[in-house]
C-alpha cells in the first residue's frame, strides 16, 4: 500500500521560510514525478511544483523564484522549501505521486495535507 506522508507545515510570518517533506513508502518513486499541490479556502486545488523522474523542475508562477522543489531518491523523499513566504500562500499543502516520469494529467497518490499559515 502507497503512503505519502508530509511534514513540517505550521505558522510562520510573512517573510519567513518553511521546508516541507513527504516521505513515500509502498513503492519506490525514484524514476516517477511527484509534486506538491495546495488548496486554500474556498479555492481549488492547484499545481505548486512538480519534479520529473529525471529531476525537471517546474513551478506555479506564483511560487517561482521562492520555492524550490527537490527529491532524494535514496530516501524516497520529496521536500519543499518555502521562502519569502506571503499571506496568499496560506493554504493546505498536498504532496503528490504519479505512475509516470513526467507530471502529467492526475496524480495517482496523494498524501493527506499539512497545513501552511502565513501571517501578515
Known amino acids: 500500500q502507497v503512503q505519502l506522508v508530509e511534514s513540517g507545515g505550521g505558522l510562520v510570518q510573512a517573510g519567513g521560510s518553511l521546508r516541507l517533506s513527504c516521505a513515500a513508502s509502498?513503492?519506490?518513486?525514484?524514476?516517477?514525478?511527484m509534486g506538491w499541490h495546495r488548496q486554500a479556502p474556498g479555492k481549488e486545488r492547484e499545481l505548486v511544483a512538480a519534479?520529473?523522474?529525471?529531476?525537471?523542475?517546474n513551478y506555479a508562477n506564483p511560487v517561482k523564484g521562492r520555492f524550490a522543489i527537490s527529491r532524494d531518491n535514496a530516501k524516497n523523499t520529496v521536500y519543499l522549501q518555502m521562502n519569502s513566504l506571503k499571506p496568499e500562500d496560506t493554504a493546505v499543502y498536498y504532496c503528490?505521486?504519479?505512475?509516470?516520469?513526467?507530471?502529467?494529467?492526475?496524480?495517482?497518490?496523494w498524501g493527506q495535507g499539512t497545513q501552511v499559515t502565513v501571517s501578515s
Open positions: 509502498g513503492r519506490t518513486f525514484s524514476r516517477s514525478a
Open positions: 503528490s505521486a504519479y505512475g509516470s516520469f513526467y507530471a502529467t494529467g492526475r496524480a495517482d497518490y
Open positions: 519534479i520529473s523522474g529525471g529531476g525537471i523542475t
